[in-house]
């Protein structure tokens, strides 16, 4: 039988989603908590691994058992032996032909920055903050010119293994609520770091330093070091996934949104 699950996690005590050897993986530790209630081995896939430090929303898995459980054992079983820091959502059987990553056809996150002089306490983990005052509208006209399918390679990390730079961004918006600035994106896929690197990028905009006609110029220039430096992961939250209807699983998701 094979199975889906939604994953919610805060990812500041991994080192990443990916299984690691010697660090801390919330792969690692859904893993074994499913391996328990299974009684063998499990091997999961996701839709996309995360960073060290960002966190998880709605990150979609997937495994296969020929255990028998119904899917409150599994779903209650997992989440009793994991941390409080992460829990399973949902879990569902799917078709055989559903595959976490290569069925999705669009992923949606959430960066959120803290912009005031004083840093987080509270939030320290959860959010970005940027000490400088920033323009969110002059961010958000600057972002819509990263619309559509385009060559990514100024916004790419120098650690991506990915095989070419382009991809299709589907919708991107900044908007701010009190100290709080939100930049959400949703694309077919993203690159190593592209979110943050589009955050940092735009803070750049923000402060004033740049028009907002200098994004698509260094988008042109197909140069990481013309763009603006990588913002931190804490503020980056990986929030939905989106299936084929045929797979039937759940459309609702929640952005994280915070008052204080």
Known sequence: MKYAACIEYDGSAYSGWQYQDHAPSV?????AALSRVANHPIKIVCAGRTDTGVHGIGQIIHFESDAERTL??????TNSNLAETVVVRWIKPVDDSFHA???AGARRYR???LNRETRPAILSNRVANYRKPLNAE????AAQHLLGEQDFTSLRAAGCQAK????TIHDIQVTRSGDFIYLDVKANAFLYHMVR???GTLFVVGEGLQPVEWVPELMAKLNRREAGATAPPGGLYFVHVDYPEEFALPTEYQLPWFNV
């Open 111 to 113: 960066y959120i920055i």
């Open 72 to 77: 409150a054992s599994w779903q209650l079983g």
């Open 101 to 103: 990553r290569f069925s």
């Open 164 to 167: 070419h730079a382009v991809r």
């Open 27 to 31: 792969q690692g530790d859904v893993e």
């Open 197 to 199: 690197n589009i955050a």
């Open 138 to 141: 002059l961010m958000n006209q």
